[in-house]
Every structure is written in structure tokens, then in C-alpha cells.
């Protein structure tokens, strides 16, 4: 919820989204050796000097949420920040974008489950099910960054195909009159009527008077 309001502050989700996949993919190829050594120091260090009390509980409970929160995190930013992007890049149609977004993370987080669990993991390890995970996270990055890419340069060329219309209808108005300001009546022809000429002296006594009020 708080990173779907972010999102509303970000000039391109989308870019966000890529970073946000960037890092996880990081994360992804340091976690196991991570992993290990954490669970190393919490047997040799940490569970011996708590056992038989409760601190062993916290402390199984607060290094498991130390190693699996960040990513956890991550993950669930994954979603709000690749759907703000999409609908701001397809504003038309903003239910049917939504739908099958959450349709395609549903069904390729089930996808990913099944392969990973039945299949990667009995053929690569979890250090080599792990690697194919952040390799797909950085492909995954590098695609939304082309297309975020992509969508700016139709934006600018939408933007300057517009200001360019907009100064041909300038320049057909321009066209229209050439001179580009009010006409002026004739000294000789005011307000409808022929127009007396002023002496000389009248002339001088009201030099910014208008004709009409001769």
C-alpha cells in the first residue's frame, strides 16, 4: 500500500520497477553464500549461549526475518510499480491492462514455483536454482529499461509532433492576415460616417483623442 502511493510521486514506475528487479537480482547472487555463513555464526555463536530459553525463539525467528525480509520487501514492490507503469504507458484501456498483468504474475509466479521446486532444484542445487532466479531478474531489469527508454522517446516525439502542428496552425492564422494586427479606420471615415477634418488647432488641444469622439 505505501509503495502504490510512491508510485504516484515517481516520474517513470517503470524505471523503478527495473531497479527494483536490478536488486533483487543482487540479492539473489549473494544470498546462499549469505545464508550459509549466517547460519554458520548463529549455530556456532548464537544458539549454543541461548538454548532451553525462550531468547532462542527470537533469535531463530529475527535472523530467519533478517535473511528473508529485504528480498521479501523487494518482491512485493515488484507488482505496484510494473502496473503504475503500464498504465500510465496504456491510460486507454486501464481494467484490461490491470487484469492481464495480475493474470501473467499469478500465473508465471506458479510457473516459476513448480519448475523451481520439482525440477531446477533436484537438477542445479538451490545455489544453481538461485542463480537462474537473479539471471531472470536481471533480464527481467534490462527489459523494462529498454522499455522505459522506448516509451520516453515516443513521448518527446508525440511532444515535438504536437508543438510542430501547433506552430503550423500559428502560421496559417499568421497567413491570414499578414499584418497581424487590427485594422485601423481611415481618418477620413470614422464610426460608420464621414468625418469632418479637424483644423489645426484642434489638432493640438487633443493630440490622443480617437476619431469617433470628434
Known sequence: MLVGRWTERLKSPLFGYAIVEGLIGTVGLVFHDLYIAVTNWAYQSVFPHTA???????????????????QSVLLGM???LMTAGALRWIADRPGRTLS????????????GVLIAGFYLVE?????????????LNF???IGAIVATRAHRVRTAEGE????????G????????????????PSPAFCCGRPSAPRSRRSSMRSP????CRW
Open 160 to 167: 515535438v509532433g504536437e508543438r510542430l502542428s501547433n506552430q
Open 208 to 211: 490622443g483623442s480617437g476619431c
Open 78 to 80: 515488484t507488482f505496484p
Open 169 to 184: 496552425n500559428r502560421g496559417q492564422q499568421f497567413r491570414g492576415n499578414p499584418a497581424g494586427t487590427r485594422r485601423q
Open 139 to 141: 533480464v527481467v531489469a
Open 100 to 111: 492481464i498483468l495480475y493474470f501473467a504474475n499469478s500465473f508465471g509466479a506458479a510457473v
Open 52 to 70: 532451553g530459553s525462550v531468547s532462542l525463539t527470537i533469535a531463530k525467528w529475527a535472523i530467519a526475518a533478517a535473511l528473508i525480509l529485504p
Open 123 to 135: 537438477v542445479a542445487g538451490l545455489p544453481g536454482t538461485i542463480l537462474a532466479a537473479s539471471i
